[in-house]
T-cell receptor
């Protein structure tokens, strides 16, 4: 069975600091997808990124970067120069479905608070 | 309106009541989902519909009854709920299943409290 662990329940950092959110996953499949979603106070989850298991290249999008390490089954998310608008709950998710949408397994989320 | 809209935003109901949650998407998607979000637990997938046909029922108790009359609307009918059913219920949509990756688009959720 697949499992996603986000060990950090809550993190608080001062604005402009860098912060890394950890995600560790378990799966028996060789083909899978990993995701990060952001849930701001308004409630809706917002898709941030998807990676497939064959692509271990790190990705950077503005202040966001993701470090995928198959050897340690981790898919960590770093925000550099954090801003108050980054305050949200962040979810890591795993899907063993070829098409990635179905049967997502979510972690319990990390609540990130950016202190002005 | 754009995106995924859920109504009501908040709902308080007794255990003997019958109520319904509504979800509407204006994205032209053909797959719709119900998720349950409880405190300190992972999001739980409840139901999946693809072109109005239910493709997934994740062992959800029968006191939750979904309905998908068309690809734009999804309902969750509730009856004789238990206090442990109190949670945030999230609706999501995506392009139809089986045609390649499409990210989930979520609504703001309905905060349900069962008294």
């Amino acid at each position: 069975a697949q499992k996603v662990t986000q060990a950090q329940t809550e993190i608080s950092v001062v604005e402009k600091e860098d912060v890394t959110l950890d995600c560790v996953y378990e799966t028996r499949d060789t083909t899978y997808y990993l995701f990060w979603y952001k849930q701001p106070p308004s409630g809706e989850l917002v898709f941030l990124i998807r990676r497939n298991s064959f692509d271990e290249q790190n990705e950077i999008s503005g202040r966001y970067s993701w470090n995928f390490q198959k050897s340690t089954s981790s898919f960590n998310f770093t925000i550099t120069a954090s801003q108050v608008v980054d305050s949200a709950v962040y979810f890591c998710a795993l899907s063993e479905s070829f098409f990635g949408n179905e049967k997502l397994t979510f972690g319990t989320g990390t609540r990130l608070t950016i202190i002005p | 309106e754009t995106g995924v809209t859920q109504t009501p935003r908040h709902l308080v109901m007794g255990m003997t009541n019958k109520k319904s949650l509504k979800c509407e998407q204006h994205l032209g998607h053909n797959a719709m989902y119900w998720y349950k979000q409880s405190a300190k637990k992972p999001l739980e997938l409840m139901f999946v519909y693809n072109f109005k046909e239910q493709t997934e029922n994740n062992s959800v108790p029968s006191r939750f009854s979904p309905e998908c009359p068309n690809s734009s609307h999804l309902f969750l009918h509730l009856h004789t709920l238990q206090p442990e059913d109190s949670a945030l219920y999230l609706c999501a949509s995506s392009q139809e299943l089986g045609t390649g990756f499409s990210p989930l688009h979520f609504g703001n959720g309905t905060r349900l409290t069962v008294t």
